[in-house]
């Protein structure tokens, strides 16, 4: 059974910064793909950043040079650090492993 906990999410003001992190129980972390995804009220869910088991990495259009995903093995946990933060960042986050387990969320909220 895979559990994934995110923590992280808060109030900024936009210009500022955030980490999420996302832990994962079991033993499928570190052959896995993980993900975030954002969805906004009254939005679809937006998939922003996933990292393979290797580390590769891809982003949303939306967020890439502002959004970097990383994941320690060692630790069974994802990242997501956010900079420069905007009012549309404004959302629930998930994170994901192989898109076929998902976390509770965390709610990032970005101040004007």
């Known amino acids: 059974q895979v559990q994934l906990v995110e923590s992280g999410g808060g109030l900024v003001q936009a210009g500022g910064s955030l980490r999420l992190s996302c832990s994962a129980s079991g033993r499928l972390f570190s052959i896995s793909a993980m993900g975030w995804s954002r969805q906004a009220p009254g939005k679809q869910r937006e998939l922003v950043a996933t990292?393979?088991?290797?580390?590769?990495?891809k982003y949303a259009d939306s967020v890439k040079g502002r959004f970097t995903i990383s994941r320690d093995n060692a630790k069974n946990t994802v990242y997501l650090q956010m900079s420069s933060l905007k009012p549309e960042d404004t959302a629930v986050y998930y994170c994901?492993?192989?898109?076929?387990?998902w976390g509770q969320g965390t709610q990032v909220t970005v101040s004007s």
């Open positions: 994901n492993m192989r898109a076929l387990y």
């Open positions: 990292i393979t088991s290797s580390g590769s990495t």
